[in-house]
Structure formats: C-alpha cells, structure tokens
C-alpha cells in the first residue's frame, strides 16, 4: 500500500506541475511504446485493512461506497454509487455525475493476447454462417458497370448538358464553383469529358454482369486492368485482400471483402447493397444528430427497425453461435444505427447523403474471466506523426452487427484475438479516488492550449471499468496485453471564434471515451495508437 501512494503521489505532482505550463500537449502521463512490461503490474496485497476504508476518505468524489454493496471488486477499489465533481478556469468546465460501472468480480488478471491467425477455415466458417451454400461471385467483375449502367450514366449527363448545369461533370455542384480558382478550373474535368468517357466505355462493358463463381480466400481477387481490360492477378505481397458478391434467394445482394494489410491483419465486412452501383452507409449516429432535424425521432427511428432490441440480439446471438465466437463474447450494447445513401446525382446537385433506414447495431466484445473488454469505437492503429514510417500499427479486435426486420445489414468482425498465459492473477490496482484524481487533472490538460475556442465543456455521466489491450509497436506488433482500464463517457461541448465566425459541435457518442486511464498505474493510453 505504501508503494502505491508514492506512485500516484508522483503522479499527481506530474500532472499538477504540466497544469501550470504555458503549452502543454494533447495528454500528459501517456504510456510510451516501451513502457507496457509486465513489470509495470503487480500482485494486489487484498489485506483487510486494504479493503475496509471510512466513507470519509471518499467524500471528495461521491460521499461514500454504499457499504450494502456486494460486489467485492467495488468495495476493494472504493468505487462510489455516483462519481460527482466539478471544475472550471477560463474556457475549461467540467462536471460529473456518473454512473460507475465495476464489473462483479473478485479479482482481475493481466493477459498476454496475441492475434489470431486468418485461416481458411475461419473464412470457410464466415461464409457458411452468413450465406449458406449460396454461390459466392468475384466482386471484382461483377460489380462492373454494364451496358444499362453506362447508358443511364450517359442519359443523365446529356439531360444537365442540355439543362446547362454541372459544367465540371457530377462531382461539382453549381454551388462549389465560386470555391474553385481559374487555374482549378482549367485542368478539371468538363461535363463533356465525362460524356467522352461514358461514349467509350458503353462499347467495352458486359451486357450482364460477370457472375464468376469463386471459392473466397485471401488473396484469391481479380479485377480488369490494362490496355486490352484484361483480368489481373491482385497481389503485392503486402496486402491481401478479397472481394465477392452474393445474390440471396430473396434478391437480397451483399457485397463480401476481406483484407489482410498492415494495420488491419483481419478484416471482414459483409454489407448490403441497394443495387450493384448503389450502396449504402450505416453508423450509430451521435445522440445530438437523432435529436436534430437530419433525422427522424428516436421513436420513429425504432418504429423504423421493425425489431425490438432483443429480437436483434437474439439474431446476432445466433450468427455468433454458428461463427463459434458464443463462449468468447457477449453482447455489450444494442443502438440505433440510421443509413445513408449517395448518389452520383445528389452529389452533383449539392445535397450530399440521403438518410434511408433504421437498423439496431449490437456490439460484441470479449470477455475473460468474467471480466469484459470495454465497449470503445476507437478503432485504433494510428501512427505517433506523419513521419513515423517504422511502427506497424495493430487495429482492436472488434465485432458488431446491424439488423432489422429485413434482416442483416451489415457484419463486421476485425482482427480477433488468442488469449494465451495469464500474466498476473490478480492484478494489483490504484482506489478509484486516485484514479479519479488523474483524470480531473488530465482532462483539464488535454483541452489547455485550444487556441481558437472560447468553451470546453464536458459532461460525465458514465463510467467504466474494463479490459483494454494495449501493446508495444517497437517489440512486437502482432502481441499485447488485456489490462483494466477506467474510461470515461458523456458529452463534450466545443464553441470557437475563428477570425470572428462563431459556432460549436457537441460530442455525445456513447460509446466514444473522453479519457482512458490504466487502472494499474494510472498512465493514460491513447486509443488512437493502443498504448
């Protein structure tokens, strides 16, 4: 116990002495590339008199830990019912009023993941889980524009031709034009040279198109290239990739890939398509968009999906059962997820992305030893700068689903992991006081030096106790660790005064973390880079 008030105490002196700096960086105490041995986590000593502490040590976060609480890992920590505090100086404000989220268990341990292999058989499995013995297409060729394709991409140029609008082609709207200089506007495409090109690709595009059946492997897609369009092998040595499309029975198409790259070493989406040329795009939107008018209401969008949230559970428990993934994950979290559709029309008339349909999407993740992997959307795998060209950046393992009463809309499932040796059984970890400490002081830094903004406001109203795997690029980018981390979510608020024009964005995601702090030694890891 003595160690570990030395340590925060460091800590905190760190941090205050950062706070009183005239320019400080993005985030301060950030775990370096090195620094995530497995020395840095050690054995709890879960004495008695470790776990019996006053309510009056906890006044300056909540007013105490309910002492009615059963669960230990709670009472250990000295996590409160609601984490409540306040701040502000200058622009900065901050105020909480959180649920505290502690998972019911006794002890955590460290585990060493390392990344799953992207086998055929995991592939063979996808495949079968969510097509059956239906006949797989080289996305490749069949997502090609055909003749009708071509011929109603021509049709429509002539009629804006004849209209006098979009004199630079599709992807310019009347509106950009004051935009663009006499020098953009001279080397860019014309309407005309869009029509040229249309001319000349009707006589070479299929009648029909190319429905090539194919096995989907790694590695395995074609696409037309060269003078004469001939088909070409696609591999670089660097990335491997597939494409395929797949025609239901019930004239539902969906579009397959699969990607082996650098950052990504297993990537698999399967989307629904409107059409062969037409697509669409789902997201959780953020709570603000469903609250404007871009959107219909919470309730219309429910309405929308045809499906309760526990019916779209119930489906994508049933594709997690047949991918063999039940006993690893569970359902965390199952939200509102709106489509959008682009055209090559609306692009050019201004009107950018037409809202289509709801959907509920259902979140996955792992779970070990009754503990769980923190539901975060941060993909992960970005580089320190531009200028890094050595780190090999590692993306998280993600799993996720859309669905509604037409069925499933999307599937995507991302670098998956093996869970090999516990590294420490019961991890020694900082009181949630001391951890709340840190992130108050943190925050404040992370929105110091905001040279244009007049207003930096965030609102807590969740926080959550859980795995994160963290790993170290500069030794091994296929290999980490599951370590507990505390995050923390709510709305954060932005006004800005940029040369006079005002305006402010509101962030209120909630799966979007504000801050990440190690419950072990109170580092806060980036989650764009995964340390």
């Given at each position: ?7 925060f ?30 020395a ?13 502490k ?11 830990q ?25 622009i ?37 889980t ?27 140029y ?25 020098e ?14 249309c ?25 037309i ?29 969906y ?48 309405r ?20 063999g ?21 609306m ?8 809202f ?26 970005a580089?320190q700068?531009?200028d890094?060209?050595t780190?090999?950046?590692?993306c998280?393992?993600?799993v ?17 992991y ?36 007049t ?12 795995y ?16 507990p ?9 932005d ?8 305006g ?5 995601r909630?799966q979007?973390?504000?801050l ?16």
């Open positions: 116990m003595q160690n570990r008030k030395i340590k105490m460091g800590l905190a002196a760190a941090a205050l002495a950062l706070v009183g700096c005239a320019k400080t960086p993005d985030q301060a105490v950030v775990r370096q590339k090195d620094d995530n041995s497995i840095q986590y050690q054995e709890a000593d879960t004495t008695e008199a470790d776990t019996k006053t309510a009056s040590e906890n006044d300056d976060v909540s007013g105490g309910d002492e009615s609480s059963t669960n230990a890992l709670a009472q250990r920590l000295q996590v409160p019912e609601r984490y409540t505090a306040s701040d502000s100086e200058g900065y404000k901050l105020s909480c009023d959180a649920q505290v989220i502690v998972p019911d268990v006794e002890k955590v341990s460290v585990w060493k993941v390392s990344q799953r292999e992207f086998s055929q058989e995991l592939i063979d499995r996808v495949t079968e969510f097509f059956g013995d239906q006949p797989v297409y080289n996305g490749d060729t069949y997502f090609v524009e055909t003749k009708e394709d071509v011929l109603e991409k021509l049709d429509r002539k009629a804006w031709q004849a209209e006098g609008s979009h004199p630079y082609g599709p992807y310019v709207s009347e509106g950009d034009l004051p935009y663009y200089t006499e953009d506007l001279a080397t860019m495409p014309t309407l005309q040279d869009y029509i040229d090109e001319e000349q690709s009707y006589a070479d595009a299929p009648e029909e198109p190319d429905r090539s059946e194919v096995t989907p492997a790694l590695g395995a897609s074609w696409w290239g060269g003078e004469n369009k001939e088909k070409q092998y696609n591999q670089d040595g660097e990335t491997k990739w597939f494409s395929g499309a797949v025609e239901m029975d019930d004239g539902t198409l579009d397959y890939r699969l990607g082996n790259r650098q950052d990504m070493p297993m990537e698999i989406k399967i989307q629904r398509k409107k059409g062969r040329q037409e697509g669409v795009s789902w997201h959780t939107p953020d709570r603000n968009e469903i609250a404007s008018n871009r959107l219909p209401s919470p309730e219309e969008l429910t929308m999906t045809g499906i309760s949230p526990e019916e779209a559970q119930a489906m994508t428990d049933a594709y997690m059962e047949k991918l993934l039940s006993e690893e994950f569970s359902a965390k979290a199952v939200n509102l997820s709106a489509s959008w559709r682009i055209t090559e029309e692009a050019a008339d201004g009107s950018g992305t037409q289509e349909s709801a959907g509920w999407q259902v979140d996955y993740t792992r779970d070990v030893g009754g503990f769980p992997v923190t539901d975060e959307e941060n993909f992960g795998g580089l700068s531009m890094d060209t780190t090999v950046p590692w998280y393992e993600r996720e689903f859309t669905v509604n009463a037409e069925g499933l809309q999307n599937a995507t499932i991302l670098n998956l093996d869970v090999k040796e516990q590294q420490v059984e019961n991890v020694e970890m900082l009181s949630f006081p001391e951890v709340a400490g840190i992130f108050e002081q943190m925050l404040r830094i992370k929105s110091a030096d905001m040279e244009y903004s207003l930096s406001e965030y609102e807590i109203d969740r926080v959550q106790l859980g994160m795997r963290i790993y170290d690029p500069g030794t091994d980018s296929r290999s980490g660790l599951l370590v981390v505390w995050d923390f979510f709510g709305r954060h608020t006004e800005y005064d940029y040369e006079g024009e005002t402010s964005s509101t962030v209120e909630p979007n973390s504000f990440t702090v190690n419950a072990a030694d109170g580092t806060v890891i980036d989650r764009n880079l995964g340390y």
